[in-house]
């Protein structure tokens, strides 16, 4: 199991598909405590905008248009209600839940793409994979914060970044990978 996680060795491109498919997996239980973040803010939220969520599961009915009135009606005079509602979710315990989840998904991901830029180049390793993670960090954000055609760019080069590490032959017999 630690093997997976150190940074040494090189991976063949069938198994840096297969590790990077598996950071997906290895991202679940991220997920589930996201989703479970977003209820409770959602369910403060309600409770707070004062709309009785017993209420809607006796009558089973729910009227969108009614929700989206309260909600908005309580919050337009105050809108920084909303955010401090937000903000005070925020405690140490999700703060922590997020950090611990998200932590093994990062390193097996940058584990993944150094073994795999080590099979490749492996004289240059240090620098190209710098320079990946630079690329990879520079794409991120530009795509989140821009939006005009430099998104589209890197993603398209972010693409072909994956598709060169997935393809290319690193001229490493296959039994000859150490990771």
Do not use: C
């Not at 991220?30 to 977003?38: E, G, Q, R, S």
């Not at 922590?96 to 940058?110: E, N, S």
């Not at 830029?117 to 954000?141: C, K, P, Q």
């Amino acid at each position: 199991m630690k093997k997976y996680f150190q940074f040494n060795g090189t991976i063949n491109g069938t198994t840096f598909l297969l590790r990077s498919l598996f950071s997906i997996v290895l991202s679940i239980p991220l997920f589930i405590v996201m989703i479970a973040f977003a209820a409770i803010v959602g369910f403060e939220l309600l409770d707070t905008a004062g709309i009785d969520i017993s209420e809607i599961q006796e009558t089973g009915t729910f009227d969108q248009t009614e929700l989206e009135e309260k909600i908005e009606e309580k919050f337009k005079d105050n809108p920084e209600e909303l955010v401090s509602l937000v903000k005070n979710a925020f405690t140490p315990f999700w703060i922590i839940g997020i950090i611990l989840t998200i932590i093994p998904v990062i390193w097996f991901g940058l584990a993944t793409y150094y073994k795999r830029v080590s099979a490749l180049f492996y004289e240059n390793r240090l620098n190209v994979f710098f320079g990946l993670l630079i690329f990879e960090i520079t794409s991120d954000i530009v795509i989140f914060k821009f939006d005009n055609w430099l998104d589209t760019v890197f993603m398209i080069g972010s693409i072909l970044v994956f598709l060169f590490m997935l393809i290319k032959d690193s001229g490493i017999q296959a039994e000859d990978h150490e990771g």
